[in-house]
């Protein structure tokens, strides 16, 4: 089990925490308004429990931090980014089921 849980990451840490890591990253771009985003949360942290000594797993509030969200384009919300060796692996946008997310993340392990 992962000592950290889900990082939270904003404009000024993103590139050192996600783009310079070490091990890949699953970064959740989300807001506190919204609902779908609210769903995926709790399933992020199962993952993360379970996934989090090979993988890391990160937020963005795209309220607080809108640069970061604009550099991938990111139109809709919840959208989540898998990124391998500081590049975009893949991506889901909506909230998806926990097996779906589980598939996504392995494609990096």
Known sequence: MAEQGVLDV???NFESEILKAEKPALVDFWAP???????IAPVMEELEETYGDS????????????NTPAQYSIRAIPTLI??????VA????GAVPKSHLEAFVKKVL
Request: hydrophobic fraction near 35%.
């Open 10 to 12: 904003n404009d000024d």
């Open 90 to 93: 893949d991506q889901v946008v």
């Open 82 to 87: 898998l990124f391998q060796d500081g590049k």
């Open 33 to 39: 308004w919204c609902g779908p985003c609210k769903a």
């Open 55 to 66: 993988i890391i797993f990160a937020r963005c509030n795209v309220d607080n931090s809108p």
